[in-house]
């Protein structure tokens, strides 16, 4: 099975920083493409970032400038650097990852992280 771990949500002042991480792991064949989402209490889950195996990125408007995704295939891990943090940027963070799967057959399968909670106090 594959599972998805998150961390390094928190606590922080606004204007602050953090950079989360997410490590998947289990009968991984390749990791495709990956991103960051984040759901605020009472509202919709929203992109934030995402990046290709081709490294190509795309960034929700009210982040572009301020957060960073990157990713380091030998771990399959996806990181999401976050800078210049809002009170609005408030929300639990989710990690998602395409993932192909070559046995029992090829197939393509979304996998969700648990979510960390990021918290920016005014």
């Known amino acids: 099975q594959v599972q998805l771990v998150e961390s390094g949500g928190g606590l922080v002042q606004a204007g602050g920083s953090l950079r989360l991480s997410c490590l998947a792991s289990?009968?991984?064949?390749?990791?495709?493409?990956m991103g960051w989402y984040r759901q605020a209490p009472g509202k919709q889950r929203d992109m934030v970032a995402t990046?290709?195996?081709?490294?190509?990125?795309n960034y929700a408007d009210s982040v572009k400038g301020r957060f960073t995704i990157s990713r380091d295939n030998a771990k399959n891990t996806v990181y999401l650097q976050m800078n210049s943090l809002k009170p609005e940027d408030t929300a639990v963070y989710y990690c998602?990852?395409?993932?192909?799967?070559?046995?029992?057959?090829?197939?393509?399968?979304?996998?969700w992280g648990q979510g960390t909670q990021v918290t920016v106090s005014s």
């Open positions: 289990g009968s991984i064949f390749k990791v495709n493409t």
């Open positions: 990046i290709t195996d081709g490294d190509n990125t």
């Open positions: 998602n990852v395409d993932i192909e799967l070559r046995f029992p057959s090829i197939r393509l399968r979304d996998y």
